[in-house]
């Protein structure tokens, strides 16, 4: 019976879909779907449309799995990264409405351990602020990326290290962590992770079956999207899920699109999912009202009637086509996502492609929009397949006429062995950068990259992936070495972040403590075909090296009986330990060969 039940579900769910589809506003839809997925090159991706309350148009194109040719369809879980952001807003609604907090409240009221860069921070931030980005905190998006943890806390630590470029309430700007900060002080209220209070606010009473908030989750469940990148305009290439770990309440729900349409549901609903309150009307009207100007967001002549660019609580509003509009994009590696509503047309769109910083959800989005609304249509995916013919052209152009500021024929200030070591900045993390087959690598902890030299003390960073190493594009990110008054290299500076200066990560050398007595072992004169080589200690216990006729080279202990020349590139010195014990023998490796020399 209970078979029967499911199976019956399944055809009327099924049916209303073909009736859905029938809707003469949608007319030709398929076609324009496959021409977007065919222009934009798409893997896959998967389309919803509301109306009211009900969902009259659900469906997939292209792949979930296109190794496999494993079709997207309505059920495919995608990761919906930023598009996230509206339900951790939501829970701190639900909280306001059971008085358990004022979005007036300072956050370190229930966070007492977060502490911002400066007092004017601590002092007058209120959760409002951190709803609608307007702390005067930039990004910082790489403290995160780069440093992830799955402690909240540590991750929330680092607020304080992190310089803001203007004032409170001045400016609008991004900021994954200020939503981070939401989500903790859920946590502190409710005493439930945030996944749990996802859950059990939204995802069960929503009917949200098949979504959850974390790639392990993600990576368990069946009909889930793989993600992809478009490398050199045409090659659809898979990308590793990426773990968000505690930064969860600013991304990390994995839905589809059929789950998501319920969510779009509410909203519309003023709140109520078949019958039932889920939001309050007052919190939904906050919610899509305009509460800080992103920009100016003036007409343009192409679009005369699409203007306005203001941000509510975890939603972007404008004018679309004179139909006022609320949405949120979403982007994590291989996947891109925008949820959409229009509250006076009871219409609501959600589109969730497995491409990487995809231009899919927005085409897919403004042609349904178009149809829906009965505007003036756009035929957006031959304007995008025009722009970025006009674009790669250009970029053509550019780079045969560009001249480069690097410098030639410059050389690193030091060898390479003396860059290598921890990095440190305390708004960020730490990483290390090694020395590899004579190449340096800068490892964090999911990521590493090749550091290729650029001019002077400047290295530029290739990500290291399973196919190799793509030095077709760094990102324009550059590591800037700099040194101590003593000549040592002392810290490096990565523009993470652009509305200020860069951030200073400080050095701490691999060193290899070797005592006095061990350097005396190998001190003394050593023979190489007649040519006599010189080892002794002196500078407070640091081992030289001298050839006649030439400058003495002071050695740097690398590992055991292992050193390198501290001046020269590429120049290496190997002991060699008999079975006694005795060291009778040093070996030379130099770029032009190795040597043994025999201890006189």
């Given amino acids: 019976m209970k078979n029967f039940l499911s199976l019956l579900t399944l055809i009327l769910f099924s049916f209303s879909i073909v009736q859905a589809q029938s809707d003469k506003r949608l007319k030709g839809l398929d076609k324009k779907m496959n021409t977007i997925l065919e222009v934009s090159k798409a893997a896959g991706f998967a389309v919803a449309v509301v109306e009211k309350d009900k969902v009259i148009y659900a469906k997939g194109f292209g792949y979930a799995d296109y190794e496999n040719k494993i079709s997207a369809d309505a059920n495919t879980l995608f990761a919906i990264g930023s598009s996230s952001k509206a339900f951790t807003c939501s829970i701190l609604g639900q909280l306001r409405d059971e008085e358990k907090l004022s979005f007036d409240d300072s956050p370190r009221k229930y966070v007492p351990y977060l502490k911002f860069h400066n007092d004017d921070l601590d002092n007058h931030v209120i959760i409002k602020d951190m709803m609608c980005h307007r702390t005067g905190l930039p990004r910082h998006d790489f403290s995160w990326y780069l440093f992830p943890t799955m402690d909240k806390d540590s991750l929330l630590m680092r607020v304080e290290h992190q310089e803001p470029f203007t004032g409170i309430r001045q400016q609008w700007y991004y900021n994954n962590f200020m939503f981070l900060a939401q989500g903790v002080i859920a946590e502190q209220i409710t005493d439930k992770s945030w996944e749990d209070n996802i859950k059990e606010?939204?995802?069960?009473?929503?009917?949200?079956?098949?979504?959850?908030?974390?790639?392990?989750?993600?990576?368990?469940?069946?009909?889930?999207?793989?993600?992809?990148?478009?490398?050199?305009?045409?090659?659809?290439?898979?990308?590793?899920?990426?773990?968000?770990?505690?930064?969860?309440?600013?991304?990390?729900?994995?839905?589809?699109?059929?789950?998501?349409?319920?969510?779009?549901?509410?909203?519309?609903?003023?709140?109520?999912?078949?019958?039932?309150?889920?939001?309050?009307?007052?919190?939904?009207?906050?919610?899509?009202?305009?509460?800080?100007?992103?920009?100016?967001?003036?007409?343009?002549?192409?679009?005369?009637?699409?203007?306005?660019?203001?941000?509510?609580?975890?939603?972007?509003?404008?004018?679309?086509?004179?139909?006022?509009?609320?949405?949120?994009?979403?982007?994590?590696?291989?996947?891109?996502?925008?949820?959409?509503?229009?509250?006076?047309?009871?219409?609501?769109?959600?589109?969730?492609?497995n491409q990487n910083g995809s231009a899919v959800p927005n085409l897919v989005r403004n042609t349904i929009a178009d149809m829906m609304l009965d505007t003036e249509q756009t035929d957006w995916a031959d304007r995008f397949k025009t722009r970025m013919e006009k674009a790669k052209k250009e970029g053509e152009e550019a780079e045969q006429n560009s001249t480069s500021s690097k410098v030639t024929n410059t050389r690193p200030s030091h060898i390479s062995q003396e860059y290598t070591g921890s990095y440190h900045h305390p708004g960020y993390g730490s990483f290390e950068i090694i020395l590899k087959n004579d190449s340096l690598f800068a490892q964090f902890e999911l990521m590493e990259f090749y550091l290729r030299h650029y001019h002077f003390d400047i290295f530029e960073p290739f990500q290291v992936?399973?196919?190799?190493?793509?030095?077709?594009?760094?990102?324009?990110?550059?590591?800037?070495?700099?040194?101590?008054?003593?000549?040592?290299?002392?810290?490096?500076?990565?523009?993470?972040?652009?509305?200020?200066?860069?951030?200073?990560?400080?050095?701490?050398?691999?060193?290899?403590?070797?005592?006095n007595e061990t350097l005396e072992r190998y001190t003394g004169e050593y023979n190489l075909a007649g040519t006599t080589i010189k080892v002794y200690i002196k500078n407070e216990n640091k081992l030289y090296l001298f050839v006649a006729g030439q400058p003495e080279y002071e050695l740097m202990a690398t590992d055991t009986h292992k050193f390198s020349f501290k001046a020269l590139e590429g120049f290496k010195v190997e002991f060699v330990e008999s079975a006694d014990k005795t060291i009778d023998e040093m070996t030379l490796i130099q770029p032009n060969g190795t040597f043994k020399t025999t201890r006189k």
Avoid: C
């Fill in 201 to 353: 606010r939204f995802f069960e009473p929503l009917e949200m079956n098949r979504s959850n908030a974390s790639i392990d989750e993600m990576k368990t469940s069946t009909n889930a999207a793989l993600g992809y990148e478009l490398k050199n305009d045409s090659i659809i290439n898979k990308m590793d899920y990426y773990h968000i770990s505690g930064m969860s309440p600013a991304g990390s729900i994995n839905s589809s699109v059929n789950d998501m349409s319920n969510w779009l549901i509410t909203w519309i609903n003023k709140g109520k999912f078949k019958g039932q309150e889920i939001l309050s009307e007052p919190y939904i009207n906050e919610a899509i009202s305009a509460q800080m100007v992103v920009s100016s967001g003036v007409p343009d002549d192409e679009f005369p009637s699409m203007h306005s660019s203001n941000y509510g609580y975890g939603w972007f509003l404008s004018s679309y086509r004179g139909h006022y509009r609320v949405e949120h994009g979403g982007n994590i590696d291989g996947f891109s996502a925008n949820v959409a509503f229009f509250p006076s047309d009871s219409i609501g769109i959600v589109v969730l492609a």
């Fill in 465 to 515: 992936k399973e196919t190799g190493i793509d030095t077709s594009d760094s990102g324009g990110l550059k590591f800037n070495f700099e040194t101590s008054n003593s000549g040592e290299i002392a810290l490096v500076k990565l523009q993470a972040e652009p509305t200020i200066d860069a951030i200073e990560f400080k050095h701490t050398p691999n060193s290899i403590e070797v005592s």
